[in-house]
């Protein structure tokens, strides 16, 4: 169903869907009149939805340029406490719509594009730390390198 070119998400007949940035997040771009009025809620594709879990996309941001609104939650919500949704003449993809009481809201602005970019420089420092400790936990396992007794190695 999916094709990427880096992080870019679309569908196999070229329509544009989102993004998925370097901290595990979906980025989706709607207008104010996709929103869900009987459901009070946002939909999302539901074979889209099952692609994002299985590689490990973890939150979901969907950006309301009209609204200059960011609504972001974790998509296990989708999963957990979605609703399915068909639309009644089949014309449409089935989707999971998502009440707005599970998103947390942002104002669309330049500090938000800015608070995003240290999330992510914060998130890759992290990843760097945990890698150093695991690098040192196994040094630590396998002893210093010229211990080849310890490794089971006798020359």
């Known amino acids: 169903m999916l094709i990427g070119s880096g992080k870019i998400v679309r569908f196999l007949n070229g329509k544009k869907l989102g993004v998925i940035r370097s901290d595990k997040t979906f980025l989706t771009f709607r207008k104010k009149e996709h929103f869900f009025k009987i459901y009070n809620g946002w939909g999302i594709n539901k074979v889209l939805l099952k692609e994002l879990e299985d590689i490990g996309v973890e939150y979901i941001e ?52 800015r608070k995003v970019r240290e999330e992510i420089k914060k998130k890759k420092e992290e990843r760097k730390e945990m890698l150093k400790k695991k690098e040192v936990n196994l040094l630590n396992w396998f002893g210093e390198k010229n211990d080849r007794k310890n490794w089971g190695i006798v020359k």
């Open 62 to 113: 969907i950006i309301v340029r009209d609204e200059k609104t960011v609504y972001r939650t974790k998509l296990i919500n989708f999963i957990l406490n979605g609703i399915e949704y068909q639309n009644p003449k089949n014309e449409k993809d089935e989707q999971i719509i998502l009440a707005k009481d599970y998103f947390e809201t942002f104002p669309l602005d330049k500090n938000y594009a």
